[in-house]
């Protein structure tokens, strides 16, 4: 074998050279979601999935479950809050969310807030099962994971101190 080869045999070559396997399985190490990108070949043509559409549709499945207050932890709700008020700078729809995606397989990670009052363990196996159905159909791929942190939970009281705020007498006629 040579020294570029991969360990275990049975895997075949990576579809960009940033991508490098850990032996078990074709996921390459960093979960940076901008380089990797799933190709599919033809005899009509090639298919290519990039990492980013993979971590938009992943976010958006999450986001569906009722109980995700938000997607993300501290600093990446903060940036996503500036990016939203800036003109063109859009939505975040791949805020905490990494992914990884090989030739025929993706692994998730998720960071996200829940609401108060949700059982987490069902939230999480929500969000699971919903991100693996969404990225599978979608896409092609094998989901081999789905990991997920509960960075916070949301209480409703910081709902009211919001709106309160923002809702308030204006100071000003």
């Keep these: 074998m040579t020294s570029g080869a991969q360990t275990g045999g049975a ?102 807030i829940v609401e108060y009052g949700v059982p987490i363990m069902d939230l999480a196996r929500a969000v699971r099962r919903n991100v693996i159905h969404a990225v599978e159909r979608m896409t092609g791929l094998s989901v081999i994971e789905v990991n997920i942190a509960i960075d916070d939970v949301h209480l409703p009281s910081e709902d009211e101190g919001e709106s309160r705020e923002s809702n308030g007498p204006s100071r000003v006629q």
């Design 11 to 112: 895997h075949s070559a990576q579809s960009s050279s940033a991508q490098t396997s850990t032996g078990s399985s074709s996921i390459p190490e960093s979960r940076t979601g901008s380089q990797s990108e799933q190709v599919a070949e033809t005899s009509q043509g090639k298919t290519t999935i990039a990492a980013g559409v993979v971590q938009k549709i992943a976010g958006l499945a999450a986001r569906e479950i009722e109980g995700v207050h938000a997607m993300g932890g501290g600093v990446s709700r903060t940036f996503g809050a500036i990016r939203e008020r800036i003109p063109g700078g859009g939505t975040s729809s791949t805020s905490g969310v990494q992914v990884e995606v090989g030739e025929k397989q993706a692994a998730v990670d998720l960071d996200m």
